[in-house]
């Protein structure tokens, strides 16, 4: 899959689409789902131009990945979830479910979670 900078995530980075940060470091910005699923559900995208986990993880550096990652740690600590738990969700590609052709994570809590 080619990268849309088209896509909604690539115009909120861009700063052309508005969007309710909650949080934002050098490695990514995270927002409230337009649609969620659970009480707490925001998704954070890298800022770099990454269509999915695979492209991530083949051509991001060792310090992105290790900035987003820590980044998605950071916004999980800031919404108050590690005491009773939460759940992590990456939908990759057209059968997996992945409407927006950038890579996000969705961080989802507030409620027990079916297993």
Do not use: W
């Amino acid at each position: 899959m080619a990268y849309d900078s088209d896509n909604v995530f690539a115009k909120i980075l861009r700063g052309e689409l508005p969007t309710n940060k909650i949080y934002e470091d050098e490695y990514c910005i995270a927002f409230p789902d337009l649609n969620p699923k659970t009480p707490v559900h925001v998704l954070v995208i890298p800022k770099g131009e990454y269509t999915d986990f695979s492209d991530f993880t083949a051509r991001a550096t060792p310090a992105e990945i290790a900035g987003f990652f820590k980044s998605v740690g950071k916004v999980a600590q800031q919404l108050g979830l590690p005491e009773k738990g939460y759940r992590l969700v990456m939908n990759i590609g057209h059968d997996g479910g992945q409407v927006v052709p950038h890579l996000h994570v969705h961080v989802l809590g507030g409620k027990k979670l079916p297993v």
